[in-house]
């Protein structure tokens, strides 16, 4: 094989970051026009227990978005040992202010917390992250329609859109199974009419259903798990996988990899994401969008 030919086989990069930029400056425009035509701009208000680093990185990136498109963003900070009910009182509170169009409860919560409890608790029209019930319920429903969608499961069926790509009638594989990525987006695809397969701990030979399938979503936390030769050729590959991993040749001696092997993976595929630079920037704008969402809701702003 030539060079030339090498070079045409490989994967085609989904740029998150250039969708994620086009989806900000629309949310952007939009919010413009409310404040222009009503003077109201959207709210979000995130809740911070304890005092993880990648908690607060996390919080600082979200409140930076909101900045940058106009969305009034602010932080309820309270101690890892805060008390479920003290969490509860904050968000109730939130429920209550019309100024909030969205609320987020930063995970992972310290231990000795119910999260499941305090986001149960999160007003549905409120409920900009989608896991609450209510919304996930709906969404899994034929003819039910949530609030909001999960932001990076929705991020995941958004690029895959913009790009074009089928899912018509197509095979789709999610490896994990979570709220967050795995089950949101299985459910989604189903909507779009694909055959959707999930690959969880307990599958037996992930490898050959994954190579049957025209569509790969993985959010696992495993780096490099997916291997090239998981692979169909010409397969789309949407890695969700956000995993720290020693690099002595880093500043802070960590990089970030994907659950997939992107050095063999681009060498089959037929379009792929990379990490960084894939999903995360489109899950943050996703966030930026329901946001701006539910203060149209609130203000029956068109």
Known sequence: MTLSEAADRRASIIDGKSIGAAIKSQVAAEILRMRDTIGKQPGLAVVLVGERNDSYSFVRIKMKACDEVGIAS????????CTEDQVIHVVSNLNEDSSIHGIIVQLPLPKHLDGERILN??????????????NMGSLAMKGREPFFIPCAAKGCIELLLRRGIEMLGKNAVVIGRSKIVGLPVSLLLQRHHATVSVIHSFTKNP???????????????????????????????????TNAVKDPNRKHRLRLNGDVCFEEAVQVASAITPVPGGLGPV???MLLSNTLDSAKRAYTFV
Do not use: Y
């Open 207 to 241: 490898q050959d259903l994954t190579r049957e399938a025209d569509i790969v979503i993985t959010d696992v936390g495993v780096p490099n798990m997916i291997r090239g030769n998981w692979l169909k050729q010409g397969a789309v590959v949407i890695d969700a996988g």
């Open 121 to 134: 608790v999160v007003n549905p029209e409120k409920d900009v992250d989608g896991f609450h019930p209510l």
């Open 283 to 285: 899950t943050i704008s």
């Open 74 to 81: 602010s932080a309820v900070e309270l101690p890892a040992d």
